[in-house]
């Protein structure tokens, strides 16, 4: 299956600056298997969508789905 994984901020040290990246997975993935395929530490990420709304690092995806991945972000 084939899913689109959206990085931002900071994060994008662990693509090569890629924002964007399509990745190929087995069935039954969770976000966690996808950001340990990407050596991105969990704690850097503060929020994880899955397809526009909230999910968590177990969550599974499915074919066509969308993550993306925020890190704490600071300002205002």
Known sequence: ???TVKIYAD???YTDGEGTISLGFAEKTRIRDITRYLKIPEKTIKIIMLNGRR???DA???DG???ALFPPIAGG
Request: aromatic share 0%; proline share 7%; hydrophobic share 45%.
């Open 60 to 62: 599974v995806v499915h």
């Open 65 to 67: 789905d969308r993550v």
């Open 55 to 57: 999910a968590g690092p």
């Open 11 to 13: 994060l994008r040290e």
């Open 1 to 3: 299956m084939r899913i």
